[in-house]
């Protein structure tokens, strides 16, 4: 138990030198890119194209347990000078820390699905369903299931599918520093496929974003 402990602590050591070490690279802005403030912390960015909307999921995680997340908008019909972020008001559900997000638009509803990370004894990630109108979120609904061993991004079909992809597999941090050193394969996509959620695909390392495409009938 002592070794399995050192190694893990080492292995930490490690992992933290060198994210140390890269926080100190400085990278150039695009000349191309306008920084627009107003988001704590902005995670994914989902665009409703008829509306030219912008929503940005949004969680101060330097205050991970202190503070909950919001999910904010931008209206892209503005002039490019007066765009600013605006926050969504509704009945967020508790303990609310956003991650990826998706948005889709079923039977002239828009529904915004995101990944949450309210990490509590009961229940560790869940995915929370919204239904935008007039500006504001209804929640409707919640997913939980153990396939959503570490969720990172998710992608929703307006059919009800969702595809979700983790970063890591089961365990806890020292677990999860173990993997990203040796780059082990521990993670898999989580689907859900209207009724029940599944483990699909092989084990990835960090698995991140995640696309779903549909060429000449065959799904992607």
Not at 93 to 101: L, Q, T, V
Not at 120 to 142: M, S
Not at 191 to 204: A, R, S
Request: include cysteine.
């Amino acid at each position: 138990m002592f070794q399995k402990f050192l190694a893990y602590f080492l292995i930490s050591l490690f992992v933290c030198f060198f994210a140390g070490c890269s926080a100190h690279i400085i990278q150039k802005p695009l000349k191309a890119c306008k920084k627009i403030h107003g988001t704590p912390g902005p995670e994914d960015i989902a665009i409703h194209k008829p509306t030219k909307t912008l929503y940005i999921s949004s969680h101060n995680r330097r205050k991970f347990d202190e503070e909950n997340g919001k999910i904010f908008s931008i209206d892209l019909n503005k002039d490019e000078k007066d765009w600013k972020v605006a926050q969504l008001e509704g009945n967020y559900p508790k303990n609310f820390k956003p991650h990826g997000i998706s948005l889709v638009e079923k039977d002239g509803k828009l529904i915004l699905y995101s990944i949450s990370h309210p990490m509590t004894e009961e229940v560790k990630h869940t995915i929370e369903v919204f239904e935008i109108a007039n500006g504001k979120l209804n929640h409707i609904k919640t997913h939980n299931d153990p396939s959503l061993t570490s969720p990172n991004d998710l992608f929703a079909l307006a059919d009800g599918r969702i595809f979700v992809s983790n970063d890591h597999g089961t365990g806890g941090k020292f677990r999860n520093l173990f993997d990203d050193a040796l780059r082990l394969k521990r993670s898999r996509v989580a689907f859900f496929d209207g009724e029940k959620w599944n483990g699909i695909g092989q084990e990835v390392t960090l698995g991140n974003g995640i696309f779903h495409r549909v060429e000449n009938g065959t799904e992607y």
